[in-house]
C-alpha cells in the first residue's frame, strides 16, 4: 500500500481555501464590541483545521503561521482577552499570509515571507501585551513560584501510543514533533515492541511509541490538539510534571528493553491528570474528513470531490447522448405511430431519461455565485479604509446558480466594476454630507435568472457617471463624439480601451485598463455588460451572461432554407398578426400586440436570407425578451421544440453576430442559435 | 535463489580494513534483486539500498531475514556486523521500525549490527523520532 500523502494535497489545498473563505467572512461580519460566540469558535475551529491538515502533510510554514494565529483566537474565545478591532484586522491580514503561504504549496507562487512575519508579529505583540497585563493581575493575586509563573512554562510529559494502522493509514509522525518542538524544549524516546522471532514481524504494523518530555509556555490544550488529527485520546497522554515529580518523571536516557516498559508501565505510570477530552465541535469536524484518519463506522461522507475534467468530461458524453437521442427519434418519425407503437412508446421514454440526466448532470456544475461575492465584503472593507470612505456592500441573490466556468472568468471582472464603484462612484462621506446624503455609501450587488439568462447588477449610491467629463476625456482621446449623444451612448465610451477620468492614476484604479477588460472578458462568456447613471443618485452596471453554456431549450424556427434555434426562454409568446397590425413608422416595422407597439426584426434582413416570407401576415412573429425589451421577431415558420447542445461557433468557425453558438440537429445540420439580445444590438447597429 | 553465504572469519573482520573486507566480500556476492531495490551481502558488510518506505519494506524482509539466518549459521563466533545504509533512497518512520527490529532480533541472536553511512536526511529522521540511541554508535564510520 502506497503512503504517498501527496495524492492528498489537492483535498487539503481545496479545504483550507474553503477554511480562510469562512474565516474572512466571520471576522468580516464580526462585531468586535460584542462577538457572537459561535462565531468565534467557527474561526477557531477554522484556523484549526488548517493547522492540523498542514502539520499532517508537513508544510511547516503554514502550521506554525496557523498556530500563532489559534493562540490568540483561543484566548479570545476562552475570554482571557477581549476582542478588538485591531485583533481583526490582525486575523484578517494573518488570513491572508496563510492564503499566501497556500497559494505557494499549490502553485508554486511567491511568498513573500516578510508579509507572513509581519502578521505573525502583529498577533504575537497583541497577545504578548495582553499576555503582560494579564501576568500583572495574576502575580498580585498568586504567590508567585520560583520563576515558572514569570515565563509560564511548564514541564510536560508526553505518551504518545499510536494505533497498529499508523503507517497503513499514511500518517507522518515527523511534522507533529516538528511542531511540539517549535513549541519548546523537546526530548524523545521511542520505544518499540520487538518480536522474539523476526520471522513473525509484520513490517506495515506499527509497534512503536513515543515518550517525550517539552518545556514550553503552551497550554495542556494546545498539546492535545496537535495530536487531533492522528491519535484518539486513549492513544496521547499528557501531564503536567510537578516541579517535586519533576526528577523522577523525566525518563532515563537508557532506556529498558522495550518489551519490559510496556509491560511494567502500566504499574509505574504516575496517575494522568484528568485529560481535557476533545470538545465537542472537535470530534465532529475531525472524525469523518481527517486526514490520514480512519472514518469512524457507519459514518457516510454526504459529498465527494471530483475534477472538473471528469465531470466536463460526463457533460461532453451527456451532449453527444442528447443528439444521438435527438437523430433517432427524427429517424422515429418515419415510421407509423400505429404499427409501431412500441418504437414510439420507448423513444418517448427515452427522450424523458435523456432530459431527467442532462438536468441532473448540468446541476453538477451548477454552483452558486456567493462564492464569487463572498469575496467582495473583505475588497470593501479594505478599499473603503484606504479611500477614507464608509461603504457598506448589500449582496442579493447570493444562492443564484451559474455553471462553473462563467464563476471562476467572471470574478476578475466583478472585482473590477466594485473596486470602480467604491473608487469612482461612492463620495467621500464629507461630499455626500455636503450633498444631502448619509456619509456611508451603498454598493449593491445584486445576482438573479432571469429567462436564460444571469443577470448581475453592481449598483451604487454614488455621484453617477460624469456625462460631460466622459464627453471631454473621449475628445482628448480622439473619439468621434458629439453632445447630442444619448446617454446611454456616452456610458459605453468608457468601455473604450485606455479610457479614463480619474484625476490621478492610483494603486485603485484610473489607469484605464479596467472597463475595456471587463467588456472583453464578459463578451468572451457570451455576456454583455451595459450601464445606467444618474448624476448624484449612482450608478448600474448591469452584466448579463448566458446560464449555461452547454446544452439549452429551444425551438427551431426556419427562415427561408435556414433554420435557427431561439432559446425558449427567451420566447413569451408567437402569433400570426393581422394586416392591421403592421405598421411603419420612419421606415421602421412595428406590430401591434395588445395595444403595444412591438419593433419588428426580420431575421431574413439581419442574416442576408433570400426566398423568406416578407409579409408578416403570411409569416409567424415571435415575441421574445431581449434583456427586459421586447421586441418581435419575423420567421416563416415554428418546427419543433429541441434540446440543443451547444457548439461553439468561435472554436469550429468564427464568431458569427446575433448567436450564441451552433447545434448539429437530428438529421445531422447545422442549426444557428441566436443570442436574441445580441441580435437585437446587431439589428440596431444596421439601422 | 538464496545463496548459502560464505563467511569472511571474524578475526579479519575486526583486524582488517573495511575496504579489505569488501574485497573478501566480492567473493560471495550475491544480488537478491534488481538494482533499483536490492540488499546485498559483501562479507559480513552487508549492504542495504532501495526504497524503505511503506511501499517497499515488504521487499526487504525477505532479504533481511536471509541476512539473518546466513550470518547466525555463517559465523557463530562474531558479534559485529556491519550494515552500510549508504544505498537507502528513502525511508520512512515503517522503515526506521524495521531495521531497529532487525537488529534487536539480531541482537538476541547475539550480533551486534552497527548501522554506518546514514544519509543526512536519513539521520535527521532518526533523531527526530526519538530512535537515534538504537541505532548504534558508529554510525559516522566510511566503509569505501
New interface residues.
Partial sequence: MSADLSQFFQVFFEESAEHLAEMERILLSIDPHAPDEEELHAVFRAAHSIKGGAATFGFSDMTSTTHTLESLLDRVRHHELGLTAEMVDAFLETKDAIAMLLAGHRDQAPVDLAVVESACGKLRSIEGGSLAAVQIVGTAAVEPDAGSVATGEKEYRILFRPPADLFIRGVRVEPLFEELASLGELSITAQVAVPEDFATYEPEQCCLSWEMVLNSTSSLEELYDIFMFVADEDEIEIQVIEPALKQAAVPSCGLEPSEQKHTSKAAEAPPTLESPGRRLYDRDETAPNAFGRRPADGTEATSIRVGVSKVDQLINQMGELVITQAMLAQTAQQFDPVLYESLHRGMALLQRNTRDLQESVMSIRMMPISFIFSRFPRLVHDLAAKLGKQAELKLVGETTELDKGLIEKLADPLTHLVRNSLDHGIESPEERRLAGKQPGGTITLRAAQTGGRIVIEVIDDGAGLNRSRILQKALENGLSVSDEMADEEVWQLIFAPGFSTAEKVTDVSGRGVGMDVVMKNVQALGGRVSISSESGKGSRVLVSLPLTLAILDGLSVRVGDEIFIVPLNSIIESLQPQPDDINTVSGNTTVRVRGEYLPLLRLSEVYRIREAEERPEHAVVMIVDAEGEQVALLVDELLNQHQVVIKSLEKNYRKVDGTAGATIMGDGHVALILDVGDLVHLWRKGL | MFCRLGMVPVNMILTRSLCMVQKAGNQTMTDYQEDSMKTELTGVATNLSGDW???G??N??PL??AI?SGIGGGIPQTNRLVVDCSGIKQI???GL??L???V??LQ?KGLRAELVNLSDCMRS?VQ????H??LGPSQDTVIS
Fill in positions: 518506505t511503506m511501499s519494506i515488504s526487504q524482509v533481511l531475514m539473518s520512512d518512520m515503517s521500525q524495521l531497529y527490529v532487525w534487536q532480533c538476541i529522521t527526530k523520532v526519538g530512535l540511541q538504537f
